[in-house]
């Protein structure tokens, strides 16, 4: 009974996540490893949700936070996966764009990653660390190809809650001179 669960699983698995995951073309290639204190598959649905301590990790990309929700696309593979941190703590996520960069680290309340867009949103208590620079707001929204970055205050965030004000409605910037960005990480 054990192992057609676990094969079960695993198909949903691969055809969930399939090549579209978050991360480098070179950790596309690598095993997805996700573990959770509990895990809950809706085939009809298209839908796995893991709870508890939740830990996923891809080549360099890796993500932490009290809940998963991964959505199927039509296609089989990736559509979204979405964060959460739960009891007042944010979900995290960490990537090394390229190569040579320094990670790109970011924390919301919630963050969610659209897979077809390769666009990571970061939503309530939003903070990005990107190439030495910080970004804080309501909303952070980051194209991970292109690496452009958009940003609100909490004012004009919907699912962000009114105690979220660490920076005070507004987006905050620390920009890093570029020749001070290799030892700032």
Avoid at 51 to 56: D, H, K
Avoid at 111 to 116: E, V
Wanted: proline fraction near 3%.
């Amino acid at each position: 009974m054990i192992r057609p669960v676990l094969l079960c699983t695993s198909a949903l698995l691969l055809a969930l996540l399939g090549q579209q995951a978050m991360a480098l073309e070179s950790d596309r290639q690598k095993p997805i490893n996700i573990g959770a204190d509990e895990l809950n598959i809706d085939n009809r649905a298209g839908t796995a949700v893991y709870t508890g301590t939740v830990e996923v990790d891809q080549g360099t990309m890796k993500l932490r936070s009290s809940q998963v929700e991964l959505k199927r696309a039509q296609s089989g593979g990736l559509s979204s996966l979405t964060a959460k941190g739960g009891s007042g703590g944010r979900a995290y996520i960490e990537q090394q764009p390229a190569p040579n960069d320094p990670l790109a680290k970011g924390w919301g309340n919630t963050i969610i990653y659209h897979a077809g867009e390769r666009r990571v949103e970061l939503i309530g208590n939003a903070e990005l660390h990107q190439s030495g620079d910080t970004f804080n707001g309501g909303y952070v929204e980051y194209f991970l190809d292109s690496r452009q970055v958009n940003a609100r205050g909490n004012q004009s965030t919907q699912g962000s809650s009114s105690s979220d004000s660490s920076s005070g409605g507004r987006v905050r910037m620390q920009l890093t001179p570029e020749d001070q960005q290799g030892s700032s990480n």
